[in-house]
């Protein structure tokens, strides 16, 4: 038998081996042109959230609050680099990392100024302001990036954030080291030395001397005075400020500039004031700054031992407000059934000197038996002849409570009765969505206060749900029944959360439990989902004026002047702007420690629809009191 030879397999293997060179050439071409085009835009979308997170680092280096009362940290989360999305069949390069350091340009120099003559007794040690260079670090970020090309370096100098390109710089923010409208000059020194190479980094910035005093200076032998600032870019500077004294900055000029340095001349009378903060250190050598005071404050400090102090538990007899709380000044008792009252009540006093109520005094508070009671504060400051704290209430007994200022202190019986867990708990909360559209960036701010939380308390848990996508949830745990959250990611403008604050206690087997919960479903678009009051008792704006100082030259630009009527636990004021509008508009923020004053903000985007807000923080970091507008920016204040 003859057998013929078939030949039917030799198309399918030529078939295979065809298909084959044509998924190689596909993978080949995906790797070559597919994986560098997704991480160039994953890279761009990168050096995006950057920004923010480098206007955030802006505000807190910005926040110079005394270093004499800088408890609170505000550390501030700088994404440097990120991890590229696994793949399956195709290979990325290392992920970028980028590099946040800092650099010696030179230091800053005042030449040619004084005090003015008519104020220099009101002074006291600011002669090193003057004849002293004050040293300081620029910072600035690299990036690493692999496939985007030519991404800026972003500089932080003074108050002024910009990107560095090749050929030409483009500002991020404004800056507020001259303002010549309000001849206001700004000087903040800052020390540490940083060079971090990694995915992120957390920068901790603390005041570390200072602020001075404001304080009015001129030139020393003429109508002018030099100012020497460090600078990557002294053609930033000179845009900003101008050459002449009417372009950029009133009465002032940019007069000469090195490699290294801009000098800038201001002429008749400015208002000063400096501070150092450290970048992530905790001491300085000298403090120049600290040591500069006011004369007139100094004589008037309310602890002058010559006078003769009244301290007064319950001023004219009414203590507290609360349920379950009563004061009898007869008998200086006072009687709290935490069944009613919970386990923290706010009590308050007098104090006079003189017979005359004072203001600036501070008032040492103490209690003889701590594990039954004790204050929220060791020491308070009084106002207009009041001051007002907290009492934490740990077990039932009877303990002596104390107010001690100038000369004289006064005691007060305590009685505590009655069972926390007997009053039911729950949550009160404000969440300020401070969300910017435009940048696609959602942001909350979420204060809260446990009511009746007893004595099985433990913690609240923040939980953050995003609705619309994944792997943008957060999740917080405080230690404090009264506290706050914060919240910001890119990607989750207008997306969907749930928001869910469980307070948890904890029995005696050391097991959780949950003694309330609360759940606000909240939209990322820089509307208040909820504002329940958590400032009985707390302190309060006594007025605030928003003016709209936008102009086409400038940009948008927002003033807000404020007076608080601080009841004892005042913090500061926060102050934020940010674009409602969906593709256009900026945002800014900025903070002050004082009870009364101003913050100026600004953000980009001429005629753009800005929400405008103005929050009063206690020491717990709590939301007490807000004023908040939407407006136009168009230099027309809001109604």
Do not use: C
């Amino acid at each position: 038998m003859r057998f013929s030879r078939d030949r039917r397999g030799q198309s399918v293997v030529v078939g295979t081996v065809i298909l084959f060179g044509f998924l190689i050439v596909a993978l080949a071409s995906y790797q070559a042109l597919a994986v560098p085009a997704q991480n160039n835009q994953a890279e761009f979308d990168h050096s995006q959230d950057l920004q923010s997170d480098m206007q955030d680092l802006r505000a807190s280096l910005l926040d110079i609050r005394a270093a004499s009362r800088n408890p609170y940290q505000r550390p501030v989360r700088v994404s440097l680099g990120f991890r590229y999305d696994s793949r399956l069949f195709a290979v990325n390069p290392p992920s970028p990392r980028g590099t946040l350091a800092t650099q010696d340009r030179g230091p800053i120099d005042i030449q040619d100024a004084r005090v003015v003559p008519s104020d220099a007794d009101r002074y006291e040690n600011t002669t090193p302001l003057f004849e002293q260079e004050h040293d300081t670090r620029l910072l600035t970020y690299r990036p690493g990036y692999n496939e985007y090309q030519n991404p800026p370096r972003t500089t932080f100098e003074h108050s002024l954030l910009y990107n560095r390109f090749e050929g030409a710089n483009r500002t991020v923010t404004g800056q507020r080291t001259v303002d010549g409208d309000d001849r206001q000059l700004l000087l903040v020194a800052y020390s540490g030395d940083l060079d971090r190479q990694r995915f992120s980094t957390t920068i901790d910035p603390e005041t570390l001397d200072g602020r001075t005093p404001t304080i009015p200076i001129e030139g020393e032998t003429s109508d002018d005075f030099t100012v020497t600032l460090p600078t990557h870019s002294p053609t930033v500077w000179t845009d900003l400020i101008g050459e002449t004294t009417d372009e950029g900055e009133a009465d002032a000029r940019v007069v000469g500039s090195t490699a290294q340095s801009v000098t800038i001349e201001l002429t008749g009378t400015w208002d000063l004031q400096m501070a150092r903060v450290g970048y992530n250190v905790n001491s300085v050598d000298e403090t120049p700054f600290s040591n500069v005071t006011h004369v007139d404050t100094a004589s008037d400090v309310a602890g002058n031992l010559s006078r003769t102090f009244d301290v007064e538990w319950g001023g004219s007899g009414t203590a507290l407000s609360n349920d379950g709380v009563s004061y009898d000044a007869s008998r200086d008792r006072l009687s709290v059934n935490r069944s009613q009252a919970g386990s923290v009540i706010a009590v308050n006093g007098s104090v006079r000197a003189d017979d005359e109520p004072v203001t600036g005094s501070l008032v040492d508070l103490s209690t003889t038996d701590p594990s039954i009671a004790g204050f929220s504060d060791d020491s308070v400051t009084s106002n207009a002849g009041a001051f007002d704290s907290s009492l934490d209430i740990s077990s039932n007994g009877t303990a002596r409570l104390f107010a001690a200022s100038g000369d004289d202190v006064d005691g007060v019986t305590l009685d505590v009765s009655g069972n926390p867990n007997e009053a039911s708990t729950s949550i009160d909360v404000r969440i300020d969505d401070l969300s910017h559209v435009n940048e696609n960036n959602g942001r909350f701010i979420t204060s809260f206060e446990v009511v009746n939380p007893g004595n099985d308390f433990e913690r609240v848990e923040v939980e953050y749900d995003y609705l619309s996508g994944g792997g943008q949830d957060q999740t917080d745990s405080i230690t404090a029944p009264r506290g706050r959250s914060e919240y910001t990611a890119g990607g989750t403008a207008n997306g969907e959360f749930e928001i869910t604050l469980t307070a948890f206690g904890v029995d005696s087997s050391g097991n959780e439990f949950a003694l309330a919960s609360r759940t606000i479903t909240a939209t990322a678009d820089a509307t208040n989902p909820v504002e329940d009051d958590l400032g009985t008792g707390s302190s309060t704006f006594d007025s605030t004026t928003i003016t709209d100082r936008s102009n086409p030259g400038r940009g948008p630009r927002y003033r807000i002047e404020y007076t608080v009527n601080d009841a004892g636990e005042y913090t500061r004021t926060d102050a934020y702007v940010v674009s409602v509008s969906p593709n256009t508009g900026g945002r800014d923020e900025g903070q002050n420690t004082a009870v009364s004053g101003q913050i100026d903000l600004d953000p980009y985007g001429n005629n753009s629809e800005f929400k405008v807000v103005a929050l009063v923080v206690d020491d717990d970091g709590v939301v007490v009191d807000a004023v908040v507008v939407e407006d136009t920016a168009d230099g027309n204040d809001p109604n």
